[in-house]
T-cell receptor, first 114, second 115 residues
Framework: ETGVTQSPTHLIKTRGQQVTLRCSSQ?????VSWYQQALGQGPQFIFQYYREEENGRGNFPPRFSGLQFPNYSSELNVNALELDDSALYLC?????????????FGNGTRLTVT | QQQVKQSPQSLIVQKGGIPIINCAYENTAFDYFPWYQQFPGKGPALLIA?????SEKKEGRFTISFNKSAKQFSLHIMDSQPGDSATYFC??????????????FGTGTKLQVIP
């Protein structure tokens, strides 16, 4: 059973640029969510995808967008990068997102915006 | 708006000690309370979780105590070991429709267990 994998592990971008982060869900999981973890803080929910549709969103602006593909892999896109977007971006997958389905996190992508 | 408050921010204990991490929540609609452990360079991993209809849950050396009326819960680590040194996050989840789940995390407690 393969776990959640994210790529790239580190990324440096300039303010105003766009970035795409990728996530491969754990085998058999059909729900993926993305979290932003600023340094020294807990993860903050960005959004969740279930069967290729966004079905929940946190307090993040529209320049944060995502996709989930038929194989349940996922992308997080951030447009018009700002310095405050510098953070660890975590992808987590679950099976059906149900009550007893814990989040399985990847090791994240460290994004630095200069 | 911080819906889950966690303390202390950091904690240092001797090997064999019992570190205690406390959390408080505001939203009474939360119905699932997990704790996550995160090592440097890794994503958080589920440690133990509890439902609000249970006052205590033990798994190995980890125990959650839950006080629904006070809207507080805590993690105790028995016989702590240097390998327990990590950042611990309490969290709360409200089950939504269509499989939607948003997990709200606390700010984390960095635990160091000294040999």
């Amino acid at each position: 059973e393969t776990g959640v994998t994210q790529s790239p592990t580190h990324l440096i971008k300039t303010r105003g640029q766009q970035v795409t982060l990728r996530c491969s869900s754990q085998s058999g999981h059909n729900t993926v969510s993305w979290y932003q973890q600023a340094l020294g803080q807990g993860p903050q929910f960005i959004f969740q995808y279930y069967r290729e549709e966004e079905n929940g969103r946190g307090n993040f602006p529209p320049r944060f967008s995502g996709l989930q593909f038929p194989n349940y892999s996922s992308e997080l896109n951030v447009n018009a990068l700002e310095l405050d977007d510098s953070a660890l971006y975590l992808c987590a997958s679950t099976l059906d997102g149900g009550y007893n389905s814990p989040l399985h996190f990847g090791n994240g992508t460290r994004l630095t915006v200069t | 708006q911080q819906q889950v408050k966690q303390s202390p921010q950091s904690l240092i204990v001797q090997k064999g000690g019992i570190p205690i991490i406390n959390c408080a929540y505001e939203n009474t609609a939360f119905d699932y309370f997990p704790w996550y452990q995160q090592f440097p360079g890794k994503g958080p991993a589920l440690l133990i979780a509890i439902r609000p209809d249970v006052s205590e849950k033990k798994e190995g050396r980890f125990t959650i105590s839950f006080n629904k009326s006070a809207k507080q819960f805590s993690l105790h680590i028995m016989d702590s070991q240097p390998g327990d040194s990590a950042t611990y996050f309490c969290a709360a989840k409200k089950e939504g429709s269509g499989g939607y789940q948003k997990v709200t995390f606390g700010t984390g407690t960095k635990l160091q267990v000294i040999p």
